[in-house]
């Protein structure tokens, strides 16, 4: 598997808590920095060698700028299966939730609903591999970590696995600029997955089929849409608000 350069002061945290294998951290702040002590600590408890440099030699090594001085190389992001999130869901207890994500191709929109979803404590994300965002360093900056926090699967057909989750025990609900039932009037304290479409077009008209209910965000302004992290974001937290008031 090769190996990839994860930058920023939270992913590179989250990614050494991890299972995957360090190899470096490059440093352009001092071992004195408050913001590295956690860091380093890490660092040394993994035993991963610390190299000090140049902000801009980091900045060449991530290919971005937004570093914060911090860099890491690690092993490749490893998928997870879509058993190991159905596996997941039973092993907590609880009634699951799975966001399925139909082509998303903005990496950041990707980080930003990985990270809503670890937050939200989903219990997996699914991804289509084809004509789609994958998880990539700009996805792990954006996710602030959140990637080594939460199953991440990809799979061929996102229509199959729609199909695949209604015979586990899901109820499938899809995100929809232009449909008639709202969210807030929908139960989503059973086993929930919630579909998130395109950042253009939505939901494609084949994974709308395969959806139990099609609901909208109701818009109070004069835009009619949200982004597409931004509508993932309300409609995981909906859930949480109802399970919590229901415990």
């Known amino acids: 598997m090769k190996d990839e350069i994860i930058y920023g002061l939270n992913p590179a945290m989250e990614a050494l808590r991890g299972t995957r294998k360090a190899f470096e951290l490059f440093i352009a702040g001092t071992e004195t920095d408050k913001r590295l002590e956690k860091l380093l600590k890490l660092a040394a408890e993994k035993a991963v060698p610390v190299r000090h440099r140049e902000k801009a030699d980091i900045s060449k090594l991530c290919g971005s700028e937004h570093h914060q001085g911090v860099a890491l190389r690690i092993e490749g992001f490893s998928y997870a299966e879509f058993g190991d999130i159905l596996d997941r869901c039973r092993d907590s207890g609880e009634n699951g939730l799975i966001i399925v994500l139909d082509g998303i191709q903005d990496p950041h929109n990707l ?45 061929v057909n996102i229509t199959q696995t729609l199909e695949e989750l209604k015979k586990a025990g899901f109820w499938i609900y899809g995100a929809s600029d232009n449909a008639s039932a709202l ?39 004069g835009v009619n849409s949200l982004n597409a992290s931004v509508a993932a974001g309300v409609a995981l937290f909906e859930v949480v608000r109802q399970r919590l008031k229901k415990g």
């Open 111 to 155: 980080g930003a609903i990985i990270r809503s979803s670890a937050c939200a404590g989903a219990h997996g994300v699914i991804i289509p591999k084809d004509r789609a965002a994958g998880v990539t360093p700009t996805v792990e900056k954006a996710s602030a970590g959140a990637v080594e926090t939460i199953p991440v699967t990809q799979v």
């Open 183 to 221: 969210l807030f009037d929908q139960n989503l304290i059973g086993a929930t997955v919630l579909v998130i479409g395109n950042e253009g077009e939505g939901i494609r008209p084949l994974v709308r089929k395969k959806c139990d209910v099609v609901f909208s965000i109701p818009m109070q302004g």
